[in-house]
């Protein structure tokens, strides 16, 4: 006989049976299709219905997208969404950016705690009404430059930081002769 009819034919032992049954699997590698891998069911895009008011959709229509695969309502909606959630981020960072700043302002205050007595004026130096000025300059600017408006500022911001911008808004205003 073959020496390959043989080896078919010889008995096998209870350990080379265990280990050929419930050992360790091969991977079987699979063709790949051609085209996109496809996606998990749970990651695959999902038809809806929206119900929009003409005036949403005339815009929609007249909307032009410097991008050419950007043409279909469905496409545009998308992109106005993108834009939004891209514009959340950018929003979120610039009130980070504004409360480190009033972390300043708040830093330069609280050394002058101390000093303050109640129902007395605190007498500063030009040189401490620098610091303050600066400071203070520093966050009216960074407001101006994000184009925030203080009623906007008071909406978003936690009411401890909104109180330091009110301080900030109000020494500005009277360091430059303007009384609320």
């Given at each position: 006989?073959?020496?390959?009819?043989?080896?078919?034919?010889?008995?096998?032992?209870?350990?080379?049976?265990?280990?050929?049954?419930?050992?360790?699997?091969?991977?079987?590698?699979?063709?790949?299709?051609?085209?996109?891998?496809?996606?998990?069911?749970?990651?695959?895009?999902?038809?809806?219905?929206?119900?929009?008011?003409?005036?949403?959709?005339?815009?929609?229509?007249?909307?032009?997208?410097?991008?050419?695969?950007?043409?279909?309502?469905?496409?545009?909606?998308?992109?106005?969404?993108?834009?939004?959630?891209?514009?959340?981020?950018?929003?979120?960072?610039?009130?980070?950016?504004?409360?480190?700043?009033?972390?300043?302002?708040?830093?330069?205050?609280?050394?002058?705690?101390?000093?303050?007595?109640?129902?007395?004026?605190?007498?500063?130096?030009?040189?401490?009404?620098?610091?303050i000025n600066k400071a203070v300059d520093n966050t009216i600017l960074l407001m101006n430059i994000l184009n925030y408006s203080p009623k906007t500022l008071q909406r978003l911001l936690p009411k401890d930081y909104w109180e330091l911008l009110s301080f900030s808004l109000n020494w500005s205003?009277?360091?430059?002769?303007?009384?609320?």
């Amino acid at each position: 006989m073959s020496k390959v009819l043989e080896r078919l034919l010889r008995p096998k032992t209870e350990g080379e049976l265990l280990e050929k049954y419930l050992g360790p699997k091969e991977k079987v590698k699979t063709e790949k299709k051609p085209g996109r891998p496809e996606l998990p069911r749970e990651k695959k895009a999902r038809n809806f219905t929206l119900c929009l008011s003409v005036k949403y959709l005339e815009f929609l229509d007249k909307m032009v997208v410097k991008d050419p695969k950007i043409k279909g309502r469905g496409r545009k909606i998308r992109f106005i969404i993108d834009r939004f959630i891209e514009h959340e981020k950018r929003s979120l960072t610039h009130i980070r950016v504004l409360k480190e700043s009033l972390g300043q302002v708040e830093e330069i205050l609280k050394n002058f705690g101390p000093r303050v007595r109640k129902g007395e004026k605190l007498n500063l130096t030009p040189k401490e009404k620098a610091s303050i000025n600066k400071a203070v300059d520093n966050t009216i600017l960074l407001m101006n430059i994000l184009n925030y408006s203080p009623k906007t500022l008071q909406r978003l911001l936690p009411k401890d930081y909104w109180e330091l911008l009110s301080f900030s808004l109000n020494w500005s205003n009277n360091n430059r002769g303007v009384v609320l």
